[in-house]
């Protein structure tokens, strides 16, 4: 048996980011050979993400890079199981290293993601299958959006879990910072009405003019009604049309005419967002179990 010392075990750790024995473990297996050892942790950490591919992971949290010229810029979200893995500063590395290699490559798809080179020889698929051997949690990169701005790119994170990108031109740092918050309280779908998808704006019609048959309104009033009712959501949903969270006297298509800017795109994440969590019912499963012991 080959002698494996400790320098050994750590180069492995480094190139792996995996805990001393299981490095120490491959390295004995592989006879000493350090990249054979490799290869068996890469295939070993690869079984380990299968058996756990099923698991619900809704948890997580956002990330963003933005270059220093605010011209370019990413937000990802990368989901795990558990806060607590969420705020693992491993996780927080690989995440925004993720963000930046998004933004360089202009690479929008996750699964192209996935083969692009993270660090030298390594993987964004392959790196992300060693964390889920190192931190024992599933974990997926599940949305990237990335901004070339026409403008200068704002930000935001509240938290972890709440992240909002912007390409605003004219007006400052100030009202860029703003805008961003505002995005993350309000959470418009999309920032003027001519955005906003036809199919969203059939129903809203459809449901107000169930809601105004119901409610027994006058025949001749029902169009009027429904078109009202149609032009609140719009305003409600779009953030030119909403009112600005710091003066809600002022819309926030006005503040931009005043300060004499414009929003020309965003993105919002939030985390899990869409995602079905499993709910799970303890009392139930503890006697379940005890029905199984008996």
């Given at each position: 048996?080959?002698?494996?010392?400790?320098?050994m075990?750590?180069?492995?750790?480094?190139?792996t980011g995996?805990?001393?024995?299981?490095?120490?473990?491959?390295?004995?297996e592989?006879g000493g050979?350090?990249?054979k050892?490799?290869?068996?942790?890469?295939?070993?950490?690869?079984?380990?993400?299968?058996k756990m591919?099923?698991r619900?992971a809704?948890e997580?949290?956002?990330g963003?890079?933005?270059?220093?010229?605010?011209?370019?810029?990413?937000?990802v979200?990368?989901?795990?199981?558990?806060d607590?893995v969420?705020?693992d500063?491993?996780?927080?590395?690989?995440?925004?290293s993720?963000?930046e290699?998004?933004?360089s490559?202009?690479?929008?798809?996750?699964?192209?993601?996935?083969?692009?080179?993270?660090t030298?020889?390594q993987?964004?698929?392959?790196?992300?299958?060693a964390l889920?051997?190192?931190?024992g949690?599933?974990m997926s990169?599940?949305?990237?959006a990335?901004?070339?701005a026409?403008?200068?790119?704002?930000?935001?994170l509240?938290?972890?879990?709440?992240g909002?990108?912007?390409?605003l031109e004219?007006g400052?740092?100030?009202l860029?910072?703003?805008?961003?918050m505002?995005?993350?309280?309000?959470k418009?779908?999309?920032?003027?009405?001519?955005?906003?998808s036809?199919d969203?704006?059939a129903?809203?019609?459809?449901?107000?003019?169930?809601?105004a048959?119901?409610s027994?309104k006058?025949?001749?009033?029902?169009?009027?009604?429904?078109?009202?009712s149609?032009q609140?959501y719009?305003?409600?949903?779009?953030?030119l049309?909403?009112?600005f969270v710091?003066?809600d006297?002022l819309t926030?298509?006005?503040?931009?005419?005043?300060?004499?800017?414009?929003?020309?795109?965003?993105?919002?994440?939030i985390?899990?967002?869409?995602?079905?969590?499993k709910?799970t019912?303890?009392?139930?499963?503890?006697?379940a179990q005890?029905a199984?012991?008996?």
């Open positions: 048996m080959a002698d494996i010392t400790a320098g075990v750590k180069e492995l750790r480094e190139r995996l805990g001393m024995m299981e490095c120490k473990k491959a390295l004995e592989a050979d350090m990249k050892a490799e290869d068996l942790l890469r295939i070993k950490s690869g079984a380990k993400a299968g591919a099923g619900i809704a997580g949290a956002v963003i890079y933005v270059s220093g010229d605010g011209k370019l810029g990413a937000l979200e990368v989901n795990c199981e558990t607590f969420a705020k500063a491993t996780f927080a590395g690989f995440m925004k993720v963000a290699l998004a933004a490559k202009g690479i929008t798809d996750v699964e192209v993601l996935g083969k692009a080179e993270l030298p020889g993987t964004v698929e392959a790196t992300r299958q889920v051997m190192k931190l949690e599933n990169v599940r949305r990237i990335v901004h070339k026409r403008g200068k790119l704002a930000h935001y509240h938290g972890t879990r709440i909002v990108m912007l390409d004219g400052d740092d100030v860029g910072k703003d805008l961003s505002h995005i993350a309280a309000t418009p779908i999309s920032v003027s009405r001519d955005q906003v036809p969203l704006i129903r809203e019609r459809e449901i107000a003019r169930a809601r048959l119901e027994g006058p025949a001749n009033l029902i169009d009027k009604i429904v078109e009202g149609v609140k719009l305003s409600e949903v779009t953030l049309g909403q009112p710091k003066d006297k926030v298509e006005k503040l931009l005419a005043a300060k004499g800017a414009k929003v020309n795109a965003f993105t919002l994440f985390v899990g967002e869409g995602i079905e969590k709910s019912d303890f009392a139930a499963e503890v006697a005890a199984q012991a008996r």
